[in-house]
T-cell receptor, first 113, second 111 residues
Framework: GAGVSQSPSNKVTEKGKDVELRCDPI?????LYWYRQSLGQGLEFLIY????????KSGLPSDRFSAERTGGSVSTLTIQRTQQEDSAVYLC???????????FGPGTRLTVT | GEDVEQSLFLSVREGDSSVINCTYT??????LYWYKQEPGAGLQLLTY?????DMKQDQRLTVLLNKKDKHLSLRIADTQTGDSAIYFCAESNNAGNMLTFGGGTRLMVKP
């Protein structure tokens, strides 16, 4: 079946602009996660959604970062007023439920110039 | 807090076994995972082990878990050039809603 998909695959933006990154989880997966992979910080957890519950935002690095998940499916990660340190690969994952294995999408490579 | 450590690099010859090691600190982890990342690609789930197990075998892959020492290893038998990639171990938190990753081990397989 279809895996986790993310778009765009690459995004180049100017410092100060806002960006939106999209994630389509595997159909039927109730849990959705965002992670960030950067050279200096490795793989970091950002945010987690489970069903209609309030998201766990404990990993978001600043208030410029926000995410939503509409209808319990597609999720959008928004970064406002991008900075150069936001350059990274943003990875989305989904799982059948929180205690099940997480499957990752191919990621969106964000470059802030 | 949680911390997951891996060695940075491993080089083996094709046909040999590879052993990638990982240590973790969160004793309440329920699952431990191994992911593979090839250049320019996302993370591919290779295998995982539940914390009450000490071994899991899946074809060429063997996972060993020493819960007392908080040590996890991944053995790849008959390593092939296609196994060249970065391997990440990860632990889940008690709620199972967050993974903490190691820094990754780059495996290079020489023909």
């Amino acid at each position: 079946g279809a895996g986790v998909s993310q778009s765009p695959s690459n995004k180049v933006t100017e410092k100060g602009k806002d960006v939106e990154l999209r994630c389509d989880p595997i159909s039927g997966h109730t849990a959705l996660y965002w992670y960030r992979q950067s050279l200096g910080q490795g793989l970091e957890f950002l945010i987690y959604f489970q069903g209609n519950s309030a998201p766990d935002k404990s990993g978001l690095p600043s208030d410029r970062f926000s995410a939503e998940r509409t209808g319990g499916s597609v999720s959008t990660l928004t970064i406002q007023r991008t900075q150069q340190e936001d350059s990274a690969v943003y990875l989305c994952a989904s799982s059948l439920s929180p205690s099940y294995e997480q499957y990752f999408g191919p990621g969106t490579r964000l470059t802030v110039t | 807090g949680e911390d997951v450590e891996q060695s940075l690099f491993l080089s083996v010859r094709e046909g040999d076994s590879s052993v990638i090691n990982c240590t973790y600190t969160d004793s309440s982890s329920t699952y431990l995972y191994w992911y593979k990342q090839e250049p320019g690609a996302g993370l591919q789930l290779l295998t995982y082990i539940f914390s009450n197990m000490d071994m899991k075998q899946d074809q060429r892959l063997t996972v060993l878990l020493n819960k007392k020492d908080k040590h996890l290893s991944l053995r790849i038998a008959d390593t092939q050039t296609g196994d060249s990639a970065i391997y990440f171990c990860a632990e889940s938190n008690n709620a199972g809603n967050m993974l903490t990753f190691g820094g990754g081990t780059r495996l290079m397989v020489k023909p």
